[in-house]
């Protein structure tokens, strides 16, 4: 027998399909102001703790992690994750799913030392309940390697890249969007490594695949155009990462917007080839523009934004604008060091960058500040 419209069922599981399908879409901001009214709605009529109500949660903190939203989305999926711990349990497949979104959004945030903490908790219980070629598990152990990754620890993520590549390719395919990721995912070790040659191979590969099943104006596709430019940009095929990275920056300003992360990473990179091409003054101005957005969006302390301190400074460097080059390394030092800790890579990276602007302009008693 069908249900009828005026089943509360029904139209839960009918909006969730109309949230779901603005997401495909891209039409984010309208599937943010349904999740937001009917997640209002479930709470007042069920309570928090309802079924109903916690969905509208997790949906609405992938929304706003779609978005680039991390730190609403932070506090929404740690809700969910409390919720579904003592209410389903803390094996319970769903609450491992909410833990999973939860440490996707801490790598987001540059969180990474709970995000892996996570991610080695989920991997051992997902390989004990589910095995280890689920999909499941393969998630957490793709993740894990992309934390490395982003940690610098590139034998590790090498290692564990490459597992991934293949057991993605004998479970899912070589032709299915988790393989893509992975084999992407790999590329970048080998471009973080150095390995410029094996990142373009790689990287052209998935590239060709994922144009040809996703289609051009994918968000992994333009993902891997990404990627390629910048191997480009480290082989200094300077004309060539000048083309694909503004399709990339057109690409996501449709598909994502242009204030998401992915595409102000994006027009960073455009900014590396700009200066590469002895066109300084673009690459300040994109430059600028990356960090002015990535202040509002991420946070000063987020990896990316100090990142995009570095890299503006640099900029004025080159163009001898030594003062503002200064401020914004001190800015950055004094950053990571109250963030991270005296000890974090993050904040002996910066301070470095700083001692060696000190050095090139003399400034003998600013060093002996910093101990050097």
């Known amino acids: 027998m069908t249900k009828s419209l005026n089943d509360p069922v029904c139209r839960f599981k009918i909006v969730f399909q109309l949230l779901a399908f603005l997401r495909r879409q891209g039409k984010f901001d309208e599937a943010e102001a349904i999740q937001v009214s009917v997640f209002r709605l479930n709470e007042m009529a069920f309570g928090e703790d309802h079924p109903n109500t916690v969905a509208c949660m997790s949906n609405l903190a992938g929304i706003w992690l779609e978005k680039g939203n991390f730190h609403n989305a932070l506090t929404v999926q740690r809700g969910v994750v409390s919720i579904m711990s003592r209410t389903l349990g803390l094996e319970h497949v769903m609450t491992l799913d909410a833990k999973q979104n939860l440490a996707v959004i801490l790598f987001q945030l540059g969180q990474f030392e709970e995000a892996e903490k996570l991610e080695h908790e989920l991997r051992s219980t997902r ?27 590139l034998e590790e993520a090498e290692t564990l890249g490459k597992e991934v590549v293949e057991m993605r390719n004998r479970v899912r395919g070589s032709h299915h969007l988790d393989t893509f990721i992975a084999m992407s995912n790999l590329g970048l070790v080998y471009q973080e490594s150095g390995q410029f040659n094996s990142a373009e191979d790689i990287q052209s590969l998935v590239l060709q695949r994922s144009r040809a099943v996703l289609g051009g ?4 596709t333009l993902k891997n155009m990404s990627n390629l430019a910048l191997t480009y940009w480290h082989q200094n095929k300077l004309l060539e990462a000048e083309e694909l990275g503004l399709k990339t920056i057109e690409g996501r300003r449709q598909v994502l917007g242009a204030e998401h992360p992915d595409t102000l990473t994006s ?5 590396l080839v700009y200066r590469d091409l002895g066109r300084p003054n673009e690459a300040i101005s994109l430059e600028e523009d990356v960090l002015d ?4 969006t991420l946070g000063n302390g ?3 934004t100090l990142l995009s301190m570095t890299n503006l400074a640099i900029g004025y460097e080159a163009a001898n604008a030594w003062e503002k080059a200064e401020q914004l390394l ?28 000190y050095a090139k302009q003399r400034k003998i008693g600013k060093l002996e500040m910093l101990g050097i």
């Open 127 to 153: 390989s004990k309940h589910l095995g280890a070629d689920h999909l499941d598990t393969l998630t957490s152990m793709a993740n894990l390697a992309t934390i490395f990754l982003r940690q610098g620890r």
């Open 267 to 271: 027009v960073a990179n455009l900014a």
């Open 330 to 357: 001190e800015e950055a030092y004094e950053t990571s060091k109250r963030i991270y800790g005296e000890e974090d890579t993050r904040r002996m990276e910066s301070l470095g960058n700083l001692a060696a602007i």
């Open 302 to 304: 987020h990896p990316d």
């Open 293 to 296: 957005q990535s202040r509002k």
């Open 217 to 220: 104006m994918h968000p992994a």
